[in-house]
């Protein structure tokens, strides 16, 4: 599936099924490293087909991220052998970001420990169950916002969802993020246990 065909999938959804997106307000830059303050901003969208968490699965929904390893647009290093190849983060017309990419196993081991990667939240451990990429955050620095996955109405995060990486393999992934204001052309992109990365995003 394109990325064309994933915004307009999304769209659509979103027409029926308004999701909260939480964006927190980052304190003013100091050397005290201050946390950033709460505030809220809404979103709309709807979760994928896949209803939850995959057993044994490489992805939530395998046709809502296709594999594009000759556009990589940034690398993060994770734990045990796991990288992230980013290879879109998109802005579309329906108001939302979509960051695509490839999770790398370049081990000859299968990787379980993907809980980690939902961040700590206990309403997305409890809507979803097992492994998936909610933890993952855009922040807005100069707007001082940050903003989390976009959720359905029964809490289930708009991102892919696994159980494991298998050894040497290579998992299609997607997360889509409430869109900060037409004026921000860069954003700061983490996920637990990666390296966070600058990315700059396009268009549709």
Known sequence: MSMRQISRAHRAAAAVTAAAALTFALAACGSDGDKPEKSTTAGQSSA???GGAVDKGQSGDPGSANALPDKVIATLNGTK???LDI???VRD???FVTVQGNLRNTTGEDFFET???RGSELEISQAVGGGS???ATLVDSKEKKRYYVLRDTENRPLVTTLGSVKAKSTVPVFMQFPAPPETVNQVLF???TFQAVTLRLGSE
């Open 93 to 95: 017309s329906g108001g």
């Open 115 to 117: 809980a980690a990667w």
């Open 133 to 135: 990429l909610a933890g």
């Open 190 to 192: 983490s996920l637990p």
């Open 48 to 50: 994928p087909d896949n």
């Open 81 to 83: 052998g796991i990288e």
């Open 87 to 89: 290879t879109a983060a």
